[in-house]
C-alpha cells in the first residue's frame, strides 16, 4: 500500500469535485480524504495499490463540471484511513455519498 498527496489545480471548488472524487474513490476501494484549499485547489490524501492509485488519479479527469489544469502526486509516508472522506472547509467530516 501507498499514499499519495494528490494537489488539483483549477475549477475544482463548487462544481461538485469533492464528491466526484469520493465515488471515484469508493468505486475503487481507496481511502483517505479530500478537501479544498483556501488557494482555490484541492487536496487528496489517497491510501490504496500502487495501480489502483494511478487509474484513481486518471479517472478525477472524468469529473464533471471539473476544469482540471494540473494534478501534481507525490509519494508521502504509509496513512491508514477507514474510508474515504470529504473534509468541509470548517474541519467537518461530511456524510455525503
Not at 501507498?2 to 483549477?10: A, D, W, Y
Not at 488557494?39 to 495499490?49: N, R, W
Not at 509519494?75 to 484511513?81: A, H
Amino acid at each position: 500500500m501507498k499514499t499519495f498527496e494528490i494537489i488539483i489545480t483549477g475549477r475544482v471548488q463548487k462544481v461538485g469535485f469533492r464528491a466526484c472524487a469520493k465515488k471515484i474513490a469508493s468505486d475503487l476501494n481507496v481511502t483517505g480524504t479530500v478537501m479544498n484549499l483556501a488557494d482555490g485547489k484541492v487536496q487528496i490524501y489517497a491510501t490504496a495499490e500502487p495501480i489502483i492509485l494511478e487509474k484513481f488519479v486518471s479517472m478525477l479527469y472524468s469529473c464533471p463540471r471539473a476544469v482540471i489544469r494540473d494534478i501534481r502526486t507525490t509519494e508521502i509516508l504509509p496513512r491508514t484511513y477507514a474510508e474515504f472522506s470529504i473534509i468541509k472547509s470548517d474541519g467537518r467530516v461530511s456524510t455525503l455519498l
